[in-house]
């Protein structure tokens, strides 16, 4: 099986920035891409940005040109730079690591448990 552990989150006044890590560990054959959406109360999971093991990233309207994501492909690990917070940022924010635990399994979407990011002065 595939954990998936988010950290980072935390309270930020607007204009603030902050970085979220999350680190996919456990039996992983293949990481194929790994991306982080968000939820805010209310309202339903929505995209922030994903990075394929290609390098290839997707973002949300919403956050592009403010939110940054990378990967260190050796640590399966997934970061988000975030910049420029505005309140309507804030949500819980998960980390989804679509992987191949053993060679004979499909592809699968795990999430970790999300980590609150709040943004207000």
């Known amino acids: 099986q595939v954990q998936v552990v988010e950290s980072g989150g935390g309270l930020v006044q607007p204009g603030g920035s902050l970085r979220l890590s999350c680190a996919a560990s456990g039996t992983i054959f293949s990481v194929y891409a790994m991306g982080w959406y968000r939820q805010a109360p209310g309202k339903q999971r929505e995209l922030v940005a994903t990075?394929?093991?290609?390098?290839?990233?997707n973002y949300a309207d919403s956050v592009k040109g403010r939110f940054t994501i990378s990967r260190d492909n050796a640590k399966n690990t997934v970061y988000l730079q975030m910049n420029i917070l505005k309140p309507e940022d804030t949500a819980v924010y998960y980390c989804?690591?679509?992987?191949?635990?053993?060679?004979?399994?499909?592809?699968?979407?795990?999430w970790g448990q999300g980590t609150q990011v709040t943004v207000s002065s």
């Open positions: 989804n690591c679509n992987a191949r635990s053993r060679s004979y399994d499909v592809r699968r979407d795990y």
């Open positions: 990075l394929t093991d290609g390098l290839s990233t």
